[in-house]
């Protein structure tokens, strides 16, 4: 019997962890829930729309790490952070990348006010907004009355903190949804009108990718605003027909997060791994981690780290690419990008008879 072909063997694996995904899941759901007894079933939509996009979310990323370059940099990384040496090194590197990679995203901030803008208001709305509906809708968290005019908060089934009704603080917990949306629609409306004005953004984008997700979002954002308007300004009027569209809306962008636009906010954690392993791979010297910096072999111009190259040549060996030149050349990945480009020129001049077209 032939032996199963490796990416369906990944599949598997990823399947594996997305079933092994939905029954954490549905244990912290009962657990957390008190036994249901704190489920609101007016929420299992969302519910069943969180669940199946966490395994989905599960699947794909397990796939993608299985993927030669991110497999091998994944586990650099998780090696590179679990190190005592390193950590001592470089003990602020983390948390620094934390922030100008994620939480800050001070990278784009060099290229544009508004990019960075849009993109911290689509981010931490996003983020927000799911750090809210999730607790909710799982049964996490739940608010009851405590007589005469206090609110009890009550996490996992335990007592927490009480707060009076008809105060600032009460109206901001109860309306912190609504700040999110408002958040989500600066950051949409940013999104959109870029994407209206801007000639080398028009020239390649695609609906289904970069304007279904934004239209969705903002979507969302307006359908839960509605619901409050229609609570607080319109007697409950249209009430029932907000809460399902907004619903409906709210569970196929959930359905869309793992193989749309927005996988790349689960994606994007990796990148703090990356700069721990290039910043270690660069920075550290003899025989550690075999990083000593290579010469390029035509002009001797300094390259990336030794450890660098090597995984890179790696990968491309998974690939199936080899660039492994005749006599006593090397390889391609050992000559610095000027030197690649005379080469290649060299070869074409050659090959063409020494004539240029």
Same mark, same amino acid.
């Given at each position: ?16 962890? +997305? ?8 244990? $912290? ?23 199946? *996009? *966490? %395994? ?9 790490? #299985? ?5 091998? !940099?994944?586990? +650099? ?26 939480? %800050? ?17 689509? #981010?931490?709305?996003?983020? $927000? ?16 009355? =405590? ?5 009890? /908060? ?19 917990? @109860?309306? %912190? ?7 989500? /629609?600066?950051?949409?409306?940013? %999104? ?14 695609? #609906?289904?990718?970069? $304007?279904?997700?934004?239209?969705? /979002? ?33 569970? +196929?962008?959930? /359905? ?6 927005? @996988? ?5 954690? *990796? ?13 550290? =010297?003899?025989? =550690? *981690? ?11 111009? =300094?390259?990336?780290?030794?450890? #660098? ?38 070869? !074409? ?9």
């Amino acid at each position: 019997m032939l032996a199963p072909r490796t990416d369906e063997r990944h599949e598997w694996i990823a399947l594996g962890f +997305a079933g092994a995904t939905v029954l954490v899941l549905l244990v $912290l759901i009962y657990a957390g829930s008190r036994g249901l007894r704190d489920f609101d079933s007016a929420l299992v939509g969302y519910a069943v729309g969180t669940v199946i *996009a *966490a %395994a989905a979310l599960v699947y794909r990323y397990t796939l993608w790490l #299985f993927r030669p370059a991110t497999g091998r !940099y994944f586990r +650099a990384g998780w090696r590179s952070f679990l190190s005592w040496s390193n950590f001592r090194r470089y003990t602020w590197l983390v948390p620094k990348a934390l922030w100008t990679d994620i939480f %800050a995203q001070t990278f784009i901030f060099k290229r544009s006010l508004s990019r960075w803008v849009m993109h911290m208001c689509i #981010f931490w709305g996003v983020l $927000l907004s799911l750090a809210i509906t999730i607790p909710l809708t799982f049964g996490w968290v739940r608010f009851t009355l =405590e007589p005469p005019l206090d609110y009890r /908060l009550w996490v996992f089934g335990f007592k927490t903190i009480t707060f009076p009704l008809e105060t600032a603080l009460a109206w901001t917990i @109860f309306h %912190a949804l609504d700040f999110t949306a408002v958040l989500l /629609l600066i950051g949409v409306g940013i %999104a959109l009108w870029r994407r209206s004005t801007d000639a080398g953004v028009l020239a390649t984008q695609r #609906f289904g990718f970069d $304007l279904l997700p934004l239209v969705m /979002l903002a979507a969302i954002a307006m359908t839960g605003l509605a619901l409050t308007g229609s609570s607080a300004l319109w007697e409950g009027s249209y009430y029932w027909f907000i809460s399902l569209t907004h619903q409906v809306v709210v569970v +196929a962008w959930l /359905l869309m997060l793992p193989f749309g636009k927005f @996988f790349h906010i689960v994606e994007r954690p *990796a990148t703090v791994g990356v700069t721990l392993y290039q910043t270690v791979s660069y920075g550290l =010297e003899g025989g =550690e *981690a075999g990083a000593m910096t290579g010469q390029c072999r035509g002009c001797g111009l =300094e390259l990336p780290s030794v450890a #660098f190259v090597r995984d890179l040549r790696a990968t491309l060996d998974d690939l199936g690419q080899r660039y492994d030149l005749s006599g006593d050349l090397g390889n391609l990945q050992e000559y610095c990008p000027g030197c690649k480009r005379r080469m290649r020129g060299a070869a !074409y001049f050659q090959r063409m008879g020494k004539e240029f077209l």
